[in-house]
């Protein structure tokens, strides 16, 4: 079947980096994304890896290993307003595209 | 505008009812899901429709029904309301193209069945 793990919660200090892993398990894979979503709203896309290696984008960046089945997104310089859920997806092929949600990862940032 | 508008934000009924959900999106994407999102469950898809005479099972569709009315809306129905489905339910769409392809979610519906 298909699984994705993530941390439940961490905590985090303002201006620092912080590294939210994620784990999945699938068959077909096609792509992995990650989104962000603040307490009571819609998630909000952030960014999409495909192959093995590094996206930067900004203060974000996504890193993913397909043979270990593992990514990581990477916040930097950590503001106040990066307190969300973070959730890694997996988009995989079976018969059609099809796309599993992690449970999301909630980040504290402190002052 | 919001590009993908659900109606209504927030619902309280009672146990029996039938409830309707309603998604709409200006987005001109051929693909709609319907979520639910519970605490610690993360986002469960409930229905997914890649066209408008195509409409496929999610992983927890017992207890509900769609129907893609047009490309631009999806509706989704719980025929005879439960408790256990209180949860925040999210309509998201995305393209039918390439490999790239990330949900533009709606702000969500809060149901809350008594």
């Known amino acids: 079947g298909q699984n994705i793990d993530q941390p439940t919660e961490m905590t985090a200090t303002e201006g620092a980096i912080v590294q939210i892993n994620c784990t999945y398990q699938t068959s077909g894979f096609n792509g992995l994304f990650w989104y962000q979503q603040h307490a009571g709203e819609a998630p909000t896309f952030l960014s999409y890896n495909v192959l093995d290696g590094l996206e930067e984008k900004g203060r974000f960046s996504s890193f993913l290993s397909r043979s270990k089945g593992y990514s990581y997104l990477l916040l930097k310089e950590l503001q106040m307003k990066d307190s969300a859920s973070y959730l890694c997806?997996?988009?995989?092929?079976?018969?059609?595209?099809?796309?599993?949600f992690g449970a999301g990862t909630r980040l504290f940032v402190k002052a | 505008d919001a590009d993908v508008t659900q109606t209504p934000r927030n619902r309280i009924t009672k146990t029996g009812k039938r409830i309707m959900l309603e998604c709409s999106q200006t987005?001109?994407?051929?693909?709609m899901y319907w979520y639910r999102q519970d605490p610690g469950l993360g986002l469960r898809l409930i229905y997914y429709s890649f066209d408008v005479k195509d409409i496929n099972k999610g992983e927890i569709s017992d207890g509900y029904s769609v129907s893609r009315q047009a490309q631009a809306k999806f509706s989704l129905s719980l025929e005879s309301a439960i408790p256990n489905q209180t949860a925040l339910y999210f309509c998201?769409?995305?393209?039918?193209?390439?490999?790239?392809?990330?949900?533009?979610f709606g702000d969500g519906t809060r149901l809350s069945i008594l």
């Open positions: 987005k001109g994407h051929d693909r």
């Open positions: 997806a997996v988009s995989y092929y079976t018969g059609g595209f099809k796309t599993i």
């Open positions: 998201a769409t995305s393209t039918g193209t390439g490999t790239y392809q990330p949900q533009h």
